[in-house]
């Protein structure tokens, strides 16, 4: 009972500017901590059944376990009434064990992966969201009270025309930089599309034997491999147009390693992901968007808005085209005008 | 007057039907894991149903889990909600408040025997369960896996299982809390039973509601399936030490309104 009590003391303020505020919080990778942490999403993506996993990240609450003891050593757990679900960094890759399943899944770091549950931690999510925002669009916020701890504010509003996400707040840890809460507002002023947040925080270093991770007795050893859209893409790297260097007024990023099918634009909060998609995924996710409500079907694709969230498929001359981002409906519509020639 | 309510509690032959019929449904559920092999999907189903057919000492716990929901609050609603409403309903009260024992040890010695038969409810169950799952099911004479992947021995795994006992005992002393306040308010025992079961009803659809999440962390039923988490390495004791603390409140409150009511109230039947 004295948490609530403890949140419930004013929060000291400091005289910090957004950009020292930021800087603080992008060195704070260092810091080691033992966390309890939920994130919530309102975002109902209606993409079938390929992607349940990333799509209930966005729709549900997730609840997390972490204990952090530097970049390449640190063990997140999402935690569910009925079993839990860890990922365990050593630096070569990671283990996701799997209780539910009996299964431990080996994989090592690739190019693109669609979100998992460790990115919505409040500290690797604010850390990434704020590591590429202009100075401008940086201002301070008041401070609040995060798991117990004083957190200073931080706003990031995108300056980018593209941009369907308006602001971001970040919560950062006065005392060591560590983004404690972060909140990423759509449309709708009332309630944050995505907020995730520490709920406790220990700061004292975890034993290295909570983040190390052997596969039990019995277990099923898997290999990991990119989810199957991922594949696909990178089966069809031949395939597909060649993606321009700009869309909708956002550059292209360089991911190595990348399929060349696959293009990632913007900066920051504000990114478009453009890919070839498989004929089979193409129909089922065409018809999926298209019963979404305010679906905007014309003769440039099918789009949707999730939040601040943007969906496209788009028919280009090779195939069809996933185009998704935090991105306007009017951008997506733009880029898919910039792939295909077509206009609306 | 704790030993006469005791024996009657547990020399009537309905209260061990009634933990009897607790029992079925997870002996069922066994023997039908054993003979078709089939459990359910990871992530539906009770907690531990879908690991019992690789490790049967996880039994005990699927079988809590189980009847937990729903058969365990209704058996303590029964025989909490009787406690003085029954004794009022059978025209017995008056009879029993003629001795010299007075009000509060009367209600002292019912809440005595309600508790008692929590925990041989409890203990029962996990008991069977253990049973059963040793008979049915296979047993990793190493113990088991916690939840995290890390490896428990069976003394570990014996401790963590006896923790889990005692949490869902405390959590079902919330329930006798409410049934026998409800019991001091009527003389209707099955009226004392359903007022506590509308109570949990009510609390488990809130707890669905995000609209209602400013204050599902105080409604009854929040924390009982938290005993999951004592499976966990390292344990998360964050929301078993808050589903105990919560009961606690609960049943200091309830008891305390309980105690009020039938020391002042006018008995007439």
Known sequence: MLPPLIDALPAADAPTSAVDLRTRALGSAGVAFAGYAQSAGGLDLPVGEQLTDAADLFSDRTTMRAWYRGPADWRVDVVTPTGETGVHADGCGTWTWDWEDAVATWSEPGPLAFPSPSDLLPSALGRRLLSEAAEDELSRLGAERVAGRDALGLRVEPAAEAASVPRVDVWVDRATGLPLRVQVWGDDAAEPAMDTSFLELDLTVPPAEVTAFTVPEGAEVREGQAEQLLQAADRDRRRGPALPSSLAGLDRRVVEGAPRSVGVYGRGVTLLAVGVLPDRAAAGLRAELSRAPGAVVDPLGTRIAAGPLGLMIVDGPDGALLLTGTVTLDALAAAATDLTGRAG | ?269
């Open chain 2, 1 to 269: 007057m704790i030993v006469v309510e005791l024996r009657k509690l547990f020399r009537r032959p309905r209260t061990w039907v009634t933990i009897g019929l607790l029992n079925a449904l997870p002996v069922l559920v066994a023997v039908l894991l054993a003979w078709t092999d089939l459990a359910p999907r990871p992530g539906e189903g009770p907690a531990f149903l879908s690991a019992v057919l690789t490790n049967g000492t996880l039994y005990p716990l699927a079988a809590l889990a189980i009847v937990l929901p729903l058969f365990l609050p209704i058996a303590v609603s029964v025989v909490a909600g009787e406690a003085v409403a029954g004794e009022a309903q059978g025209g017995t009260l008056r009879y029993l408040l003629a001795r010299p024992a007075g009000r509060t040890r009367l209600l002292v010695a019912k809440l005595i025997a309600v508790v008692a038969f929590v925990v041989v409810t409890v203990v029962v169950v996990a008991g069977v369960g253990y049973v059963v799952g040793r008979l049915l099911f296979e047993v990793q004479p190493t113990g088991g896996t916690a939840l995290s992947g890390t490896s428990l021995t069976s003394q570990e795994l014996a401790v963590r299982t006896l923790l889990a006992i005692g949490y869902v005992t405390v959590s079902m002393l919330g329930v006798a809390a409410f049934a026998l306040f409800f019991s001091t308010l009527t003389d209707s025992p099955l009226g004392a039973t359903l007022g506590a079961l509308a109570v949990l009803i009510a609390s488990s659809l809130l707890f669905t509601l995000d609209a209602a999440s400013s204050f599902a962390p105080y409604l009854p039923t929040r924390y009982w399936l938290a005993f999951v988490d004592l499976f966990r390495d390292p344990i998360l004791w964050r929301d078993v030490v808050r589903g105990v603390a919560l009961q606690a409140v609960y049943v200091v409150v309830l008891l305390g309104a309980a105690w009020a009511n039938f020391t002042t109230k006018d008995v007439t039947s």
